[in-house]
């Protein structure tokens, strides 16, 4: 159990802020995620990854959704000691994932009425900036998951994800747009994965 006293500490999200970075660098959508263990006193990643939506050619893939798979199938069905770090806040579906994995505690940058409310103003026909604006926080009391959920953490940094345009995608004869690579992982989880079930 994560305490309600639980304070998200800056390092963690700043990795995720920096996953997002390469996930947009190698054309994903700019969004990160980290999932740590508190260990005692000691709070530890366990997993950090960027998005992969595009390059998966998966609209359901989410970084948060994918980095809860991976550490469940490692760790066991349930994560209450785990902490998600996400820059942005978990969708419905995630969040759902958070009920069901009986994630410890949720911290994000942007919340989905932010990526809806920059949506209004820098829409294209080709990117539209979809949202989900079921708050996080909703649905898991609706799962009956009472856990510290923090959002807005770092959010002034999150946000700038936003517009956030990778140097190494910028067109140049010399040197062509990097390709995906394997997520990273700080430490792999113990144990062989098994079929997860609810
Ligand atoms: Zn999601």
């Given at each position: 159990?994560?305490?309600a ?9 700043e ?26 006193r ?29 550490v469940?199938s ?44 920059y ?67 700080a ?9 997860r079930?609810?």
């Amino acid at each position: 159990m994560i305490p309600a006293s639980f304070k998200p500490k800056r390092q963690f999200m700043e990795l995720a802020i920096a996953e997002a970075r390469r996930a947009g660098d190698r054309g994903d959508y700019p969004i990160g995620a980290v999932i740590t263990r508190l260990e005692g006193r000691r709070e530890v990643v366990i997993a950090n990854a960027g998005n992969r939506v595009k390059t998966s050619g998966s609209s359901i893939k989410h970084v948060e959704l994918e980095t809860l798979k991976y550490v469940s199938s490692g760790y066991g069905r349930y994560l209450p000691d785990f902490v998600l770090y996400t820059t942005h806040e978990p969708c419905a579906m995630c969040a759902g994932a958070c009920v069901w994995s009986k994630i410890g505690a949720v911290v994000y940058g942007v919340s989905q009425e932010d990526i809806a409310a920059y949506g209004r103003k820098h829409a294209t026909e080709y990117y539209r900036w979809r949202a989900c604006l079921i708050p996080c926080q909703y649905v898991l009391e609706k799962g009956d998951h009472h856990v510290p959920v923090i959002g807005g953490f770092l959010r002034d940094k999150c946000h700038q994800l936003f517009s956030y345009r990778s140097p190494s995608r910028e067109p140049s004869p010399r040197q062509p747009a990097r390709v995906s690579s394997r997520p990273k992982v700080a430490s792999r989880p113990k144990g062989r994965p098994r079929p997860r079930t609810r």
